[in-house]
């Protein structure tokens, strides 16, 4: 018998200006949790920022003293794969931060919608969580191309 996913997701707005997109970041992020074939209890906790909290965040865990879009911080690890949870216990896969405001200048940057950023950044976010990286060509290849999947039905022009 296949288990089911059940996802819990919490989406804080911590800027008052994301409000109405929180209903894509929820979508979003379910969409791309539900693309990687997982089984059973995850939890996943997003919170949209301002650049000057990003940018503390960014210099406190990286090192790098700047402004960024989204950041993720993974919880589950190869040292934590075998770890067992009681029956029913959600897996937190970690925490994604996402700049409001890089948003917005990106959208404008990129001539896309903000909701097309904002998706963007959510699924990005939620596939660094599932181990996704884009440090060399070959994996970042693999990881546009699953963000496109994830995002195919969002209009990309305004």
Avoid: C, K, W
Wanted: zero cysteines; hydrophobic letters at 40%; proline letters at 3%.
């Amino acid at each position: 018998m296949t288990q089911s996913l059940v996802l819990t997701l919490e989406v804080v707005d911590e800027t008052g200006l994301a409000g109405s997109h929180l209903g894509l970041v929820r979508l979003v992020a379910e969409r791309a949790l539900r693309s990687d074939g997982l089984e059973g209890g995850y939890q996943v906790s997003i919170t949209v920022v301002d650049d000057a909290r990003i940018r503390q965040l960014n210099a406190e865990h990286r090192g790098v003293d700047a402004t960024t879009d989204v950041l993720s911080f993974p919880l589950a690890s190869d040292d934590t794969a075998d770890f067992v949870l009681p029956p029913m216990a959600q897996t937190h896969l970690g925490d994604i931060v996402i700049s409001f405001h890089r948003a917005q200048a990106q959208a404008e940057e990129y001539g896309h919608t903000l909701e097309r950023e904002i998706a963007y950044l959510t699924a990005h976010g939620v596939l660094h969580l599932l181990g996704f990286d884009h440090e060399e060509e070959e994996d970042r290849a693999i990881m546009r191309t699953r963000e496109e999947e994830i995002l195919f039905d969002l209009p990309r022009e305004e």
